[in-house]
């Protein structure tokens, strides 16, 4: 197939000769077209991240361009599940962080398909989509098998709000396999960035290298460099999944069946609050700033305050490490660069007081959730001044909404909020009582250094995938 002349370059066909719809099925999922391979085991996923921003008189969206199906009808055929979408970068520059939080939701759904393995995920990014690759090679989450990136857009021009530059955490994780494709033809401005990410990658980095390639080489240049550069592209993506580029996975697939537009909300368990549904993930928040808690949320930070509001500001349980019950810990002191030891591993004990000088009982602790041990890890890196570290324990489009109301979004913000605070050893504060519910942990604290003194405080974190991807507070 040669490129056609009178199209416009994004409605150029794909350099492979691939039949669309051979060997391979389309189903619409949402937002989001799910390219099936033939038979019904459950496989591995790449997800296709298209470029930005896109012409002004663009006719038709990224994920119906003929380069995309291309690479999805490849890799269908292969015997891989592959997803395209479109999402908010392909309006400008501008909408980066909406395309950030488009891309988390579509990872969202393609992991909640019966026929995805959601622990066998690609990612794929090409040109402006380089933009928002550093979030995910700087998180590293389990499931990531692998991140591809294509003639990739890597340094933000300027005006627009950086996201995490790829090039400062690209073998942060040595773990995470890497493959940038790099056209030797790339334009000046891109070629720059491209180069130091190179430099900073080291052995961390797989490249495919198209000498003659321009940017957009897989729609552009039809010529036997670039599809032997895209079939090794395909190739190695596949094999990251860990299955032979050529041999489908015969793995059942499961029974459950997931709503075509939107993923399941976690739920607060009926022992906290009957009937009422936890926070959307922060993605699906990033719709709602400034909004009231949910009635789920209140429920439980009611229940919390009024702890915060007994005799010595420690509530008794009845019964603990019941579901939904208030842990009563053994008052914590902490402070940045003072890890208090029980705050690093998230573990909280109980103590009662029996009413006589100098004697006092201990109950049993509630037992440790996923979600506990990851706030635990977020706590010992916050006392131990180490920003990375905390960071590391956030979703990238992670919401943290202050007591006064004021919404973050996404570790820049983050990063740019608890910087200083870490360099002013700022953060003295004791640790009251924990609840777990679920995949939230809801703590007491009393926070010390403040100008209004000791300040009673209500944090509740919200852990999804091994990731805190909500924190509310409440003074």
Same mark, same amino acid.
């Given at each position: 197939m040669t490129r056609m002349t009178d199209l416009p370059p994004y409605l150029q066909p794909f350099v492979l000769d691939v039949a669309q719809g051979a060997e391979h099925r389309v189903d619409r999922v949402g937002e989001l077209d799910f390219h099936r391979p033939a038979g019904t085991a459950r496989t591995g996923a790449i997800l296709l991240i298209h470029g930005g921003p896109g012409p002004a008189d663009l006719e038709v969206r990224p994920r119906g361009w003929p380069v995309y199906q291309g690479y999805a009808a490849a890799i269908a055929q292969r015997g891989q599940v592959a997803v395209t979408f479109d999402h908010s970068l392909i309006r400008g520059l501008d909408q980066l962080t909406t395309a950030a939080d488009d891309v988390e939701a579509a990872v969202g759904l393609l992991r909640a398909d019966p026929q995805v393995d959601p622990e066998q995920v690609v990612l794929w990014f090409f040109s402006g989509a380089g933009l928002l690759a550093g979030e995910w090679l700087d998180s590293r989450p389990d499931w990531l098998r692998a991140i591809a990136l294509s003639y990739p857009l890597l340094a933000t021009p300027p005006g627009v709000d950086e996201l995490v530059s790829a090039a400062e955490v690209i073998g942060k994780h040595k773990d995470l396999p890497v493959l940038l494709t790099r056209v030797g033809r790339e334009r000046e401005e891109l070629a720059g960035p491209v180069a130091e990410f190179v430099s900073a990658g080291g052995a961390a980095l797989d490249i495919i290298d198209v000498p003659k390639?321009?940017?957009?080489?897989?729609?552009?240049?039809?010529?036997?460099? !670039? *599809?032997?550069?895209?079939?090794?592209?395909?190739?190695?993506? /596949?094999?990251?999944?860990?299955?032979?580029?050529?041999?489908?996975?015969? &793995?059942?697939?499961?029974?459950?069946? /997931?709503?075509?537009?939107?993923?399941?909300?976690?739920?607060?368990?009926?022992?906290?609050?009957?009937?009422?549904?936890?926070?959307?993930?922060?993605?699906?928040?990033?719709?709602?700033?400034?909004?009231?808690?949910?009635?789920?949320?209140?429920?439980?930070?009611?229940?919390?305050?009024?702890?915060?509001?007994?005799?010595?500001? /420690?509530?008794?349980?009845?019964?603990?490490?019941?579901?939904?019950?208030?842990?009563?810990?053994?008052?914590?002191?902490?402070?940045?660069?003072?890890?208090?030891? #029980? !705050?690093?591993?998230?573990?909280?004990?109980?103590?009662?007081? !029996?009413?006589?000088?100098?004697? !006092?009982?201990?109950?049993?602790?509630?037992?440790?959730?996923?979600?506990?041990?990851?706030?635990?890890?977020?706590?010992?890196? +916050?006392?131990?001044?180490?920003?990375?570290?905390?960071?590391?324990? +956030?979703?990238?489009?992670?919401?943290?909404?202050?007591?006064?109301?004021?919404?973050?979004?996404?570790?820049?913000?983050?990063?740019?909020?608890? *910087?200083?605070?870490?360099?002013?050893?700022?953060?003295?504060?004791?640790?009251?009582? *924990?609840?777990?519910?679920?995949?939230?942990?809801?703590?007491?604290?009393?926070?010390?250094?403040?100008?209004?003194?000791?300040?009673?405080?209500? #944090?509740? +974190?919200?852990?999804?995938?091994?990731?805190?991807?909500?924190? *509310?507070? &409440?003074?």
């Amino acid at each position: 197939m040669t490129r056609m002349t009178d199209l416009p370059p994004y409605l150029q066909p794909f350099v492979l000769d691939v039949a669309q719809g051979a060997e391979h099925r389309v189903d619409r999922v949402g937002e989001l077209d799910f390219h099936r391979p033939a038979g019904t085991a459950r496989t591995g996923a790449i997800l296709l991240i298209h470029g930005g921003p896109g012409p002004a008189d663009l006719e038709v969206r990224p994920r119906g361009w003929p380069v995309y199906q291309g690479y999805a009808a490849a890799i269908a055929q292969r015997g891989q599940v592959a997803v395209t979408f479109d999402h908010s970068l392909i309006r400008g520059l501008d909408q980066l962080t909406t395309a950030a939080d488009d891309v988390e939701a579509a990872v969202g759904l393609l992991r909640a398909d019966p026929q995805v393995d959601p622990e066998q995920v690609v990612l794929w990014f090409f040109s402006g989509a380089g933009l928002l690759a550093g979030e995910w090679l700087d998180s590293r989450p389990d499931w990531l098998r692998a991140i591809a990136l294509s003639y990739p857009l890597l340094a933000t021009p300027p005006g627009v709000d950086e996201l995490v530059s790829a090039a400062e955490v690209i073998g942060k994780h040595k773990d995470l396999p890497v493959l940038l494709t790099r056209v030797g033809r790339e334009r000046e401005e891109l070629a720059g960035p491209v180069a130091e990410f190179v430099s900073a990658g080291g052995a961390a980095l797989d490249i495919i290298d198209v000498p003659k390639g321009q940017h957009g080489f897989d729609m552009l240049d039809h010529s036997e460099e !670039s *599809r032997a550069a895209v079939t090794k592209a395909l190739d190695w993506a /596949i094999a990251h999944l860990g299955e032979d580029p050529s041999t489908p996975s015969q &793995l059942p697939i499961p029974t459950t069946t /997931i709503p075509a537009t939107t993923t399941q909300p976690s739920k607060i368990p009926a022992s906290a609050a009957a009937g009422t549904a936890a926070p959307a993930s922060a993605r699906g928040a990033a719709a709602t700033t400034g909004t009231a808690a949910p009635r789920a949320t209140a429920a439980v930070a009611g229940e919390a305050a009024r702890g915060a509001a007994a005799p010595g500001g /420690i509530a008794s349980p009845s019964t603990a490490g019941e579901p939904g019950r208030f842990a009563a810990p053994a008052r914590q002191t902490t402070s940045n660069g003072a890890a208090a030891a #029980s !705050s690093a591993r998230g573990e909280a004990a109980t103590e009662t007081s !029996s009413g006589e000088a100098g004697q !006092s009982t201990s109950a049993a602790a509630p037992a440790e959730t996923a979600a506990s041990r990851v706030v635990g890890r977020e706590h010992a890196a +916050y006392e131990a001044h180490d920003l990375e570290a905390f960071l590391a324990m +956030y979703s990238p489009t992670a919401q943290l909404q202050l007591g006064d109301g004021a919404v973050m979004r996404g570790r820049r913000s983050l990063r740019e909020h608890y *910087r200083p605070l870490f360099e002013a050893g700022q953060g003295k504060r004791e640790l009251v009582q *924990r609840m777990l519910v679920g995949d939230w942990v809801v703590e007491q604290w009393i926070t010390h250094g403040t100008d209004h003194g000791p300040t009673p405080t209500i #944090s509740l +974190y919200q852990v999804q995938e091994g990731l805190i991807t909500e924190v *509310r507070f &409440l003074a």
